[in-house]
């Protein structure tokens, strides 16, 4: 199981404190744990990635063990740290604004 | 009087205010001396706008969008106590085609926000969005799915819109509550257009605008028109708060006549018909598009009682000094009480009230976030 930590708006909008914790299926890649995410709470639609280009927003970023993985590509397997639920993905709300 | 009391107690005034970070709820009963303020709801969440269906005065739609994380849509089932979200799928019907930027060059039509609901008149279910880029949508069960009526988009002019400062946004809907299938809506920076058939087919209503500051200033399409009100018992008779000056029509947009009269500035965002006075109407004087306050840091509103060309102002309990907010286009709402009450909301998050068609303000709620939209229900 992969966890999954959201920014503290979306928290609000999945009604969750804590971390998802979510089977994603093959390999951990962030387009995999999206698509997770998504499927299992749909009101995440949109707000991540865009819904027709599945583009990251752009003041969305995601970590991982500690790195900002929000260029790499798409399909690129993340670290066995996240896929074996040790460390958790975390989506994050850029800082942003003044 | 005995009676009109009476009603008055019997009743509830709701406001609904969308603020820069979140929703709230301000409730009264018909005296509106006394107000409740439940929220904020969403918070952190800019709320373009909040709005009741005639038809069902406990569904309420809102509008809740983030420049982190997109656009959301939530209802509620019981008059803005509970919230869910639903649909946020807006999907441009066919190819997006494009339409002019600043710089005058092509631009593809993005999905960016929702700037108005409008829920149908008698079925709760239905409600309308006019979104940026500006098209609009509909949905037939309660805000789950949309779908644009891209008729309006393709009626050939669409190219030739251009964003205004705040945006290509179709900020205003008005369904024709007497002639069925007719709907005005307007763009900044396109103008007014009508539909007569539900809005399948669309045409551009925007003869008589003159807008000086465009290329051909006399333009089928390109005035930024910030917004227009009708009277439900008159709906033939539309009137508007352009960029520049105040206009008004007598034949459902098929011309306009500026009525802007002895104002101390045509410029402003918000205008308002009274309730129960067809020819009473309520618009609020910005010095300058650049100077986006009040003229001499006066916060008035400004009556016509004759349909325009002729205002007084309205100041009482006002800020009358040092006053630089201002009122945004959908920031203005009245109830259907007896006397007329209406209602703003500022840029400094304050929203005032006046019980008695304007003639007396109180500030309602003084310290939310900047307002961006206001509307009222009345429920008996």
């Known amino acids: 199981m992969i966890q999954v930590v959201l920014p503290a708006h979306l928290r609000n909008l999945v009604g969750m404190q ?74 994050i709300g850029a800082i942003a604004g003044g | 009087m005995a009676t009109i009391l009476h009603i008055e107690e019997m009743s509830t005034v709701r406001v609904l205010v969308g603020t820069k970070k979140g929703a709230f709820v301000l409730t009264s009963d018909g005296k509106r001396k006394s107000w409740a303020v439940d929220g904020p709801f969403f918070g952190g969440w800019e ?92 949905s037939d069960d309660g805000g789950a799915t949309w779908h644009e009526l891209s008729g309006l988009r393709r009626h050939g002019s669409g190219p030739r819109w251009q964003p205004g400062a705040g945006g290509m946004c179709l900020h205003t809907i008005l369904l024709d509550p007497v002639n069925p299938g007719r709907i005005f809506i307007a763009i900044s920076a396109a103008g007014v257009f009508r539909s007569d058939d539900g809005g399948e087919t669309w045409r551009p209503i925007n003869r008589g605008l003159r807008s000086e500051h465009i290329p051909d200033p006399t333009a089928e399409v390109g005035h930024c028109v910030h917004r227009i009100a009708m009277h439900a018992s008159r709906p033939n008779v539309l009137f508007m708060q352009k960029h520049w000056d105040v206009m008004r029509s007598d034949d459902a947009g098929e011309s306009w006549r500026e009525v802007s009269g002895n104002l101390p500035s045509d410029f402003g965002f918000p205008i308002e018909v009274h309730s129960h006075e067809p020819e009473t109407i309520y618009v609020v004087p910005i010095k300058s598009d650049s100077e986006h306050y009040p003229p001499e840091g006066k916060l008035r509103v400004y009556r016509s009682t004759s349909g325009g060309n002729e205002w007084e102002a309205l100041t009482r ?64």
């Open chain 2, 47 to 138: 709320i373009y706008h909040v709005k009741g269906s005639p038809a069902d005065p406990n569904r309420l739609y809102a509008s809740q969008s983030s420049g982190w994380f997109g656009q959301l849509i939530q209802r509620s089932n019981d008059g803005g106590k509970t919230w869910a979200p639903v649909g946020n799928a807006f999907t441009y019907g066919g190819v997006a085609g494009t339409h002019q930027w600043y710089d005058g060059t092509a631009h593809p039509w993005e999905f960016k926000r929702v700037w108005h609901l409008e829920p149908a008149l008698a079925n709760p279910e239905v409600v309308y969005a006019g979104v940026e880029d500006a098209a609009l949508f509909r």
């Open chain 1, 18 to 91: 804590g971390p998802l914790v979510l089977e994603v299926a093959g390999i951990a890649t962030q387009r995999s744990i999206l698509d997770a995410v998504e499927a299992s709470h749909p009101v995440l639609r949109g707000t991540i990635r865009d819904r027709v280009t599945l583009r990251r927003r752009a003041f969305v970023r995601f970590f991982a063990c500690g790195q900002d993985v929000s260029l790499d590509p798409d399909d690129a397997p993340l670290p066995e740290a996240i896929a074996a639920g040790k460390e958790p993905f975390l989506i």
């Open chain 2, 317 to 380: 309990g006002l800020p009358q000094q040092d006053c630089y907010v201002n009122v945004l286009r959908d920031s203005m709402a009245v109830d259907s009480l007896d006397p007329c009450g209406v209602y703003f909301g500022t840029t400094g998050g304050q929203v005032y009230a006046s019980p008695d068609g304007g003639d007396n303000w109180t500030a309602i709620v003084r310290d939310l976030p900047s307002v961006l939209s206001v509307e009222v229900q009345t429920i008996r």
